[in-house]
């Protein structure tokens, strides 16, 4: 308990954006317990990976890592689920593929990344996790109306043109995610190409073949 409201703290100080500073005996302001708990606490956090120090004179730089962020988006949906319910989700079940490669070199042109930070406020993981739905699930997919879709738009590097693409939030295995669909006629609708700020294969340890769920978020559901 002590943890994920320690990440809930250092997020809402902002150390989901930026380093921010703050020594042990200024965070007991914000958690409630004894200097010692929140040194132990942190030190905790760091040796789980879920945030990041650096001592400087004036105390500690503290930023939250990308399986931090998971913690968190994690404990997000759940209040969703208790709040929201689940009525306006859609659940898509599917197959795990090896894509052609190229996920890695797109999601890396600064032109796509800072407009994915801004829009779908995570930096994602430079590559795709690219999956096959069933039939049922493309049929469903196919027929479910987006009212929600995020515009990334084109742009030029100077040396090429790179074209538009929507995306739409999800969650994949319970982890907050984007699929996303370029603007182009005859994308196969079976096909899903899933962004996120962790390396899902890596993260959720899947492999081609492995069927995964992926749950379509209606961001208007507490609307």
Not at 139 to 146: C, I, L, Y
Not at 151 to 178: D, K, L, M, P
Not at 202 to 210: C, Q, V, Y
């Amino acid at each position: 308990m002590h943890r994920i409201n320690s990440l809930k703290h250092l997020a809402l100080l902002g150390a989901l954006k930026r380093p921010v500073k703050i020594s042990s005996s200024e965070f007991t302001k914000y958690t409630s317990t004894s200097s010692k708990t929140a040194a132990r606490t942190l030190k905790q956090l760091e040796e789980e990976g879920l945030i990041k120090r650096s001592i400087i004179p004036e105390g500690q730089m503290i930023s939250i890592t990308n399986e931090g962020r998971t913690w968190l988006e994690k404990e997000y949906n759940d209040y969703r689920h208790i709040f929201c319910g689940d009525e306006k989700k859609v659940e898509l079940y599917g197959n795990v593929i090896t894509g052609l490669g190229e996920g890695q070199y797109y999601i890396a042109q600064e032109g796509y990344r800072s407009q994915f930070e801004e829009k779908l406020d995570f930096v994602p993981y430079p590559g795709t996790l690219n999956v096959r739905l069933t039939d049922h699930s493309a049929d469903v997919q196919k027929n479910t109306g987006r009212k929600d879709m995020i515009q990334i738009s084109g742009f030029t590097n100077g040396q090429r043109t790179f074209g538009s693409c929507n995306c739409y939030f999800v969650e994949i295995e319970g982890i907050r995610a984007a699929v996303v669909t370029p603007e182009r006629s005859h994308y196969p609708h079976d096909l899903l190409e899933i962004i996120a700020p962790v390396h899902l294969r890596e993260t959720l340890k899947l492999k081609d073949g492995d069927e995964v769920k992926i749950t379509i978020e209606d961001r208007s559901a507490c609307e």
